[in-house]
């Protein structure tokens, strides 16, 4: 069982646009939630008794902040590789995703937890950043599948223009 492949992007524009806004959006995406971690940690230490933070929140939005900080990067790289038309580079952005969007479905799950942990003193910050990583979980999927599609298109033209054609193994399902 693979990744689906999909024509096209959101069922109406071109797999290379779709991978171009894909890739610039998560590029935003990133940068807004890494500064947004690194915020929420460093100007929100207390809580509403002036306790400080409890250790396991700090830790869950740094590994949140860390993520990030590798999904800037791809992003940015899997722009470069759509333009260029580097398959190369964008299968190990679809396969590194998918490891992150795991990571962030985890990290959503442990938010849960710990949201529910603390359910008597429940704060809109902390359940915004369940819902936040849980959505951006979902949508990953999605924009897997289109990067995936986009990288065998790219090989398919470039095999295409080297006359090289894919045919079925003798004895495969075809």
Request: charged share 15%; net charge positive; hydrophobic share 50%.
């Given at each position: 069982?693979?990744?689906?492949?999909?024509?096209?992007?959101?069922?109406?524009?071109?797999?290379?646009?779709?991978?171009?806004?894909?890739?610039?959006?998560?590029?935003?995406?990133?940068?807004?939630?890494?500064?947004?971690?690194?915020?929420?940690?460093?100007?929100?230490?207390?809580?509403?008794?002036?306790?400080?933070?409890?250790?396991?929140?700090?830790?869950?939005?740094?590994?949140?902040?860390?993520?990030?900080?590798?999904?800037?990067?791809?992003?940015?790289?899997?722009?470069?590789?759509?333009?260029?038309?580097?398959?190369?580079?964008?299968?190990?952005?679809?396969?590194?995703?998918g490891i992150i969007t795991s990571a962030v479905f985890i990290l959503g799950l442990?938010?849960?937890?710990?949201?529910?942990?603390?359910?008597?003193?429940?704060?809109?910050p902390d359940a915004v950043f369940v819902a936040v990583l849980l959505v951006r979980?979902?949508?990953?999927?999605?924009?897997?599948?289109?990067?995936?599609?986009?990288?065998?298109?790219?090989?398919?033209?470039?095999?295409?223009?080297?006359?090289?054609?894919?045919?079925?193994v003798p004895g495969s399902v075809a």
């Amino acid at each position: 069982m693979g990744v689906p492949i999909v024509k096209k992007c959101c069922c109406c524009v071109s797999l290379h646009t779709g991978t171009v806004v894909i890739g610039c959006l998560y590029t935003i995406w990133a940068l807004a939630e890494l500064v947004g971690y690194i915020l929420f940690v460093t100007l929100q230490p207390l809580n509403k008794e002036g306790e400080e933070m409890s250790t396991n929140k700090k830790v869950l939005y740094f590994m949140a902040a860390a993520v990030s900080a590798v999904h800037l990067a791809l992003s940015i790289l899997l722009v470069v590789a759509d333009v260029r038309k580097l398959a190369s580079m964008t299968l190990p952005w679809t396969i590194i995703t998918g490891i992150i969007t795991s990571a962030v479905f985890i990290l959503g799950l442990t938010g849960i937890s710990l949201v529910l942990q603390d359910w008597s003193e429940i704060q809109v910050p902390d359940a915004v950043f369940v819902a936040v990583l849980l959505v951006r979980a979902v949508v990953s999927a999605y924009c897997i599948v289109v990067v995936h599609s986009r990288h065998k298109e790219i090989m398919n033209d470039k095999n295409r223009l080297k006359g090289i054609r894919y045919r079925a193994v003798p004895g495969s399902v075809a």
